[in-house]
């Protein structure tokens, strides 16, 4: 069975530019969840996704926005990128409907801002 | 709001020894706990996690976690560490009044030495 993945494992922008993160889920999990994870900050929460619809956000600017597919697959996107964007993004997936189940982890997609 | 805290930035240990590394969260209701370890370059995976029951879990790699409800603490323990258990631990938490979002520690690097 296929794990969470993410693309591109490293992405390379200037300031102002705007990033775009894909992630696919484990088959069977309609839950994404997106993190950030800059240098000393640990994992900060960005968006979680179920069933396509957005359902909880962290305390990121309105610039941090994505989305989920029918097939549940997601997107992030960032735009007018600053300098303090770059970080290792995490993306997760977990089942829906209960509280028991962890998550899943992918290796994540390093964004680096010039 | 929930939260998590760890209370150790790094734990420095010699190899054989033992260690543990602290967990706190702050909810009065239910929760679920999990400790998760991530490996230099690589995602998040899961080491153990609590839903009910015993109070003691055993998770993968020789790791336990000891849920005490009264302090509201999840510390996570080994009784000898080897050089390839030097990596970052984060301690989560979900439910208690915040859904099915997960609230990640700000991790705890473990660092193993000869």
């Known amino acids: 069975e296929a794990g969470v993945t993410q693309s591109p494992t490293h992405l390379i922008k200037t300031r102002g530019q705007q990033a775009t993160l894909r992630c696919s889920p484990i088959s069977g999990h309609t839950s994404v969840y997106w993190y950030q994870q800059a240098l000393g900050l640990g994992l900060q929460f960005l968006l979680w996704y179920d069933e396509g619809e957005e359902r909880n956000r962290g305390n990121f600017p309105p610039r941090f926005s994505g989305r989920q597919f029918p097939n549940y697959s997601s997107e992030l996107n960032v735009n007018a990128l600053e300098l303090e964007d770059s970080a290792l993004y995490l993306c997760?997936?977990?089942?829906?409907?209960?509280?028991?189940?962890?998550?899943?982890f992918g290796e994540g997609s390093r964004l680096t801002v010039l | 709001a929930q939260s998590v805290t760890q209370l150790d930035s790094q734990v420095p240990v010699f190899e054989e020894a033992p260690v543990e590394l602290r967990c706190n969260y702050s909810?009065?209701?239910?929760?679920?706990l999990f400790w998760y370890v991530q490996y230099p370059n690589q995602g998040l995976q899961l080491l153990l996690k609590?839903?009910?029951?015993?109070?003691l879990v055993k998770g993968i790699n020789g790791f336990e976690a000891e849920f005490n409800k009264s302090q509201t603490s999840f510390p996570l323990r080994k009784p000898s560490v080897h050089i390839s258990d030097t990596a970052e631990y984060f301690c989560a938490v979900r439910g208690g009044g915040q859904g099915f979002s997960f609230i990640f520690g700000k991790g705890t690097r473990l660092l193993v030495k000869p």
């Open positions: 909810s009065s209701v239910s929760v679920y």
């Open positions: 609590y839903l009910s029951g015993s109070t």
């Open positions: 997760a997936s977990s089942r829906a409907g209960t509280l028991t189940g962890e998550l899943f």
